[in-house]
């Protein structure tokens, strides 16, 4: 089961989530307002989050990525409606995202992963249900490219995660909450293929991975909201979740993110 980390320095939900090996990130959200606030905290320790700079505008449910060095954040919907605007930071400084350039579609409520080089942004809402997935070089700047489909449109919230080779999506909702994971391998462009399923339908999760395994950690289901289950899978193989333990408390809407060592929720 989980246990109590911190404080962000904002209470909100609906932040993107991205790490490196050394710091873990949650940006914008909404609380109810629409936040631009980006926080970092200290992976290998325990404690609250302190404030890293600002999005260009505060936005609710982007997806976030990086690698050891970038952090990537596209999408979401802010004041004015839905974003398509992917911008970035530099992990290991402080300061305001610049612009790195924009989704093939502006959608919110999508989900992201990546490998060292590239990014995915997948599904969400334009406001119909997307299954868009895109890709993006992160040591570059410059407009997203199209992958592929997912299996289901649906929006994903932060429910994707990847071991640097496969990205996996897990769950999220069109009219139902879903029981669907999908996966891609980075490196290369196509469809997504189905994975297997979740222990239950669920979606506004949010999915973190080491090298071996992912974790898709609590959201909302048909019979809880919000619901504290957690459920793995090994990466390399295919199959069905099984159960992983127990959120502390039932949570939905929120981010994740791991240093390889472990994985965060906020």
């Not at 320095?9 to 609906?14: K, P």
């Given at each position: 089961?989980?246990?109590?980390?911190?404080?962000?320095?904002?209470?909100?939900?609906?932040?993107?989530?991205?790490?490196?090996?050394?710091?873990?990130?949650?940006?914008?959200?909404?609380?109810?307002?629409?936040?631009?606030?980006i926080d970092y905290y200290f992976v290998a320790t325990k404690g609250n989050a302190a404030d890293f700079g600002n999005l260009s505008t505060g936005s609710r449910s982007p997806g976030g990525l990086s690698n050891t060095t970038r952090g990537v954040i596209g999408g979401g919907t802010d004041s004015s409606g839905i974003e398509n605007e992917i911008q970035y930071i530099t992990l290991g400084s402080t300061g305001n995202t610049s612009d790195f350039g924009d989704l093939t579609t502006a959608r919110a409520y999508i989900a992201a992963a990546s490998s060292t080089t590239r990014g995915l942004f997948f599904g969400g809402s334009t406001p119909s249900y997307s299954n868009v997935i895109d890709y993006i070089t992160?040591?570059?700047?410059?407009?997203?490219?199209?992958?592929?489909?997912?299996?289901?449109?649906?929006?994903?919230?932060?429910?994707?995660?990847?071991n640097g080779t496969r990205a996996l999506t897990m769950g999220g909702a069109d009219d139902n909450y879903l029981n669907t994971i999908d996966y891609v391998t980075v490196a290369s462009t196509g469809n997504?293929?189905?994975?297997?399923?979740?222990?239950?339908?669920?979606?506004k999760g949010s999915a973190v991975a080491n090298q071996t395994r992912a974790v898709r950690q609590a959201g909302q289901s048909?019979?809880?909201?919000?619901?504290?289950?957690?459920d793995f899978v090994t990466i390399a193989s295919t199959g069905n979740a099984t159960d992983y333990g127990d959120a502390m408390v039932a949570t939905k809407t929120h981010s994740g993110a791991t240093d390889f060592h472990g994985g965060l929720q906020g």
């Open positions: 089961n989980t246990s109590s980390f911190g404080n962000l320095t904002v209470s909100r939900q609906d932040s993107a989530g991205f790490s490196s090996t050394i710091r873990a990130y949650a940006a914008g959200g909404i609380s109810p307002s629409y936040e631009d606030e992160i040591g570059s700047t410059g407009n997203a490219q199209d992958f592929g489909d997912l299996t289901v449109a649906r929006q994903p919230y932060n429910s994707s995660c990847s997504a293929t189905d994975f297997g399923d979740l222990t239950t339908n669920s979606a048909p019979s809880a909201n919000p619901e504290d289950t957690m």
